[in-house]
Structure formats: C-alpha cells, structure tokens
C-alpha cells in the first residue's frame, strides 16, 4: 500500500501548531528574500558604486521577539539559586515514585550542589515519596513563588513541558528534553507557546532529541546525557550469579517475552535464570548486581521514536552487568552495539535469542564488553563530566 507522507505529517494533533511554524518561516525569509533583491535592483538602476551586501539568512527568531530577548540573562554578582521541577498541578506534583525523569532532576541537583551552588527540587506541597537512595532538598512551590517574586537571580529547570504549576510560575525556562514520545505528539503545543514566551535554553538528553529541536524551532540545543550516581551504582562481583538475567517489568508483554526466551534457551541445554528486577533504588541495586546480563526489553512508548531516555542500560553497566537491549534512540547513544553492548531492531526478537545464547556459551565474550563498557563509563559518563555542559546550558 502507497502512504502519502505528506497526508501523515498533516493528519497530527499538532498539525495546526505546525502549520504556524511554517508559516512565520515562509514570511519572514519572503521578506529577507524581497528585500535583498529590491536593493539589489536599485544599485543596478542607479549603477550605485555601494559595496554589494553579501546576502546572510535571518537569525532563527521566526517564533517570538522575546525568544532571543530572554536568551542572554543578566547576570548578578551572586550565584543564582536554581529550581528544577515536574510539578504539573495538585494532583501531579513532582514527587511521585519511580519516574526517570524526576530522577534525573534530582541528579542535576545534586551536581549542582556538588559544585556549590544553592539547588532545590520543587514539589507542589513541598514533599516526596522516598525511593531514590539520596534525596535532594525540596521546597513547595508556594515557597518557590516567594523566592520568584523577590527577584532573586534564580534559574527554573524542567524536563515536562505541562508542568503547568512550575512554569506558569517561572519568569523563564530552562528546558531539558526527555522524551520525544511526548515532545513530538502530546506537548508540542506547550512548546510552540514556551518557544515564544519562556524558554531561554533547550537540552535534549540525546542528540535525537538535540536535533529534533533544532529542526522544529530553529534555536540552538544542547545535549546532557543521563545522568547516574556513580556514588551507589557499583558492582560486586562476589554477588554476581553467571547464569542470572536481569529485567524489569515493560508492560503486559514482558512475561511472555521472557518466557519465550526462558524456553527457548532450555531448548538449548542452556542453564538459565530470568531475574525480574524491581523496587527502590537501594532495591534495584542490590538486585542488579547480581545479574551477569541485563535484558532490556522495553521498546518505547512511541513507535517511531521509542525510548528517550536509557537510565536502566546505563545503570545496569555501571553494576557490571552486560546490557542487551533494542535499537532506541537513547539506547544507542550508550551502547555500540558489540562493543559495550547488544543492540538488536525492535521486533527482532529472534535476534535478542540469538545474542543470548551466544553470550552465556561465552564468558570471555561477557568480560570483554563488560570491560568496554567500564572503560567508557569512566572516560565520559561520570556525574562529573555532565558538569561542563550543565554550565553552558544554565548560563552559569
């Protein structure tokens, strides 16, 4: 069957959204374009003697005026203080339990204060549900509103672009992007309207992501990676089981998924054991690092994007696990595929068998990307080596 791509991009919840990027892009270079080639005509008309103007494209700025205002900050004397927040309203305040995302802003606020700088998360009543190993300081947004309104230097991170209580609050945005799944379908309005009124610096948590932004909104974009803390993720290899299989749970297919893996691998005189990972963070670690190999079998929640954001593969080689897992965008920017890792397309699951199978008949295999993946995690995935572009991208 023909598909029309262009009656697809269309047929969008943000079509309409679309079509006003487009828009602004068309009349502003149509009035770039018009006024080169009118002064063009005149010099020639009036065989003016003026230094032809070398012909240079608009700066991005078809959003909003305000875009580019907002993007270079004063900045005072004095440290700012920055605030990182999901809380979208009441209900959904920040503070939930086994959320990626909330993780990774609490890392970010820790590196922050690693660095001696005044952070705090922000949370709709100022609480949280206790998951994580180390909590960071979390203030309500009551008391965030006081600290806006004071006209304190302060800087305002989210990753949730209907975090509508924090950002309505905000006088700007600081926006670290981890999903398309999201960001492409349900919030690319929120960001069409952030674009134009709040934003002054984007980051995508893959270069996806990165790339994505800057093709839909024309604005630079920075790329900060998952962040781990490497303080607790650790291995143990006293622990450590060389028949075990990590995995965690990815919706109503996972068991039989593993099932169809457990059978075949016994089909194949392969002794086995398939080890559902879960709980706190504590938990998980314990847990994790007692697996010879991490089985990723989560495939997204988009189907063409899938996952954004790699934290289970990330962490489970910092335990000295070796990850197998699907060709996602932020599962592909940790893992090259038989180097530190196994990256099999989505759907293939006879492939992930296959990878399986090869690896248990074959401890040296296991010990060198086991090995591979240390070397890199210690030459770029450090909390510390976020440091550089967290800067940047906070205008600190």
Same mark, same amino acid.
């Given at each position: 069957?023909r598909?029309?791509?262009?009656?697809?991009?269309?047929?969008?919840?943000?079509?309409?959204?679309?079509?006003?990027?487009?828009?602004?892009?068309?009349?502003?270079?149509?009035?770039?374009?018009i006024?080169y080639?009118?002064?063009?005509?005149?010099?020639?008309?009036?065989?003016?003697?003026?230094?032809?103007?070398?012909?240079?494209?608009?700066i991005?700025?078809?959003?909003?005026?305000?875009?580019?205002?907002?993007?270079?900050?004063?900045?005072?004397n004095?440290?700012?203080?920055?605030?990182?927040?999901a809380c979208? #309203?009441?209900?959904?305040?920040?503070?939930?339990?086994?959320?990626?995302?909330?993780?990774?802003?609490?890392?970010?606020v820790?590196?922050?204060?690693?660095?001696?700088?005044?952070?705090?998360?922000?949370?709709?009543?100022?609480?949280?549900?206790k998951?994580?190993?180390?909590?960071?300081?979390?203030?309500?947004?009551?008391?965030?509103?006081?600290? %806006?309104?004071?006209?304190?230097?302060i800087?305002?991170?989210?990753?949730?672009?209907?975090?509508?209580?924090?950002?309505s609050?905000?006088?700007?945005?600081y926006?670290?992007?981890?999903?398309?799944?999201?960001?492409?379908?349900?919030?690319?309005?929120?960001?069409l309207?952030?674009?134009?009124?709040?934003?002054?610096?984007?980051?995508g948590?893959?270069?996806?992501?990165?790339?994505?932004?800057?093709?839909n909104?024309?604005?630079?974009?920075? %790329?900060?990676?998952?962040? %781990?803390?490497?303080?607790y993720?650790?291995?143990?290899?006293?622990?450590?089981?060389?028949?075990?299989i990590?995995?965690m749970?990815?919706?109503?297919?996972?068991?039989?998924?593993?099932?169809?893996?457990?059978k075949?691998?016994?089909?194949?005189?392969?002794?086995?054991?398939?080890?559902?990972?879960?709980?706190?963070?504590?938990?998980?670690?314990?847990?994790?690092?007692?697996?010879?190999?991490?089985?990723?079998i989560?495939?997204?929640?988009?189907?063409?994007?899938g996952?954004g954001?790699?934290?289970?593969?990330?962490?489970?080689?910092?335990?000295?696990? %070796?990850?197998?897992?699907y060709?996602l965008?932020?599962?592909?920017?940790?893992?090259?595929?038989?180097?530190?890792?196994?990256?099999?397309?989505?759907?293939?699951?006879?492939?992930?068998?296959?990878?399986?199978?090869?690896?248990?008949?074959?401890?040296?295999?296991?010990?060198?990307?086991?090995n591979?993946?240390?070397?890199?995690?210690?030459?770029?995935?450090?909390? #510390?080596?976020r440091?550089?572009?967290?800067?940047?991208?906070?205008?600190?």
């Amino acid at each position: 069957m023909r598909i029309n791509k262009y009656r697809i991009f269309w047929a969008t919840p943000n079509s309409y959204a679309r079509l006003k990027i487009s828009l602004k892009r068309l009349v502003i270079c149509m009035f770039y374009d018009i006024s080169y080639f009118s002064k063009l005509i005149c010099r020639i008309i009036t065989k003016s003697n003026i230094k032809q103007e070398k012909y240079s494209p608009p700066i991005n700025n078809f959003l909003s005026n305000n875009t580019y205002k907002h993007s270079i900050l004063e900045i005072n004397n004095h440290r700012p203080i920055i605030f990182a927040s999901a809380c979208e #309203s009441e209900r959904h305040g920040g503070g939930q339990k086994y959320n990626g995302g909330l993780k990774e802003l609490n890392l970010l606020v820790r590196l922050l204060r690693d660095n001696h700088y005044e952070a705090f998360l922000v949370t709709y009543d100022g609480n949280y549900e206790k998951w994580l190993v180390d909590h960071q300081p979390c203030i309500s947004l009551a008391e965030y509103k006081k600290i %806006v309104d004071s006209d304190k230097n302060i800087r305002s991170v989210t990753s949730w672009a209907k975090a509508k209580s924090f950002i309505s609050i905000s006088k700007h945005i600081y926006f670290w992007d981890m999903e398309l799944a999201y960001s492409e379908n349900s919030h690319f309005k929120n960001f069409l309207n952030l674009y134009n009124k709040k934003i002054i610096n984007i980051a995508g948590i893959s270069r996806t992501i990165q790339a994505w932004h800057m093709a839909n909104f024309g604005k630079p974009s920075y %790329v900060i990676p998952s962040m %781990v803390d490497e303080r607790y993720w650790i291995p143990n290899p006293a622990a450590r089981i060389s028949n075990r299989i990590g995995y965690m749970h990815e919706g109503t297919q996972t068991e039989k998924l593993i099932d169809l893996f457990n059978k075949k691998l016994l089909s194949q005189k392969v002794d086995v054991e398939f080890y559902n990972i879960k709980g706190t963070e504590n938990e998980v670690i314990q847990k994790m690092q007692t697996c010879n190999i991490f089985l990723s079998i989560n495939q997204g929640k988009d189907n063409l994007w899938g996952e954004g954001c790699p934290i289970p593969l990330i962490e489970s080689q910092y335990t000295g696990a %070796v990850t197998v897992g699907y060709d996602l965008i932020g599962n592909r920017e940790i893992v090259i595929n038989g180097f530190n890792g196994i990256l099999v397309p989505r759907s293939r699951h006879d492939l992930i068998f296959i990878n399986l199978l090869n690896l248990l008949n074959n401890p040296p295999l296991i010990d060198e990307i086991r090995n591979n993946a240390n070397l890199l995690l210690n030459k770029i995935h450090k909390l #510390s080596h976020r440091w550089t572009v967290v800067k940047e991208f906070l205008n600190l």
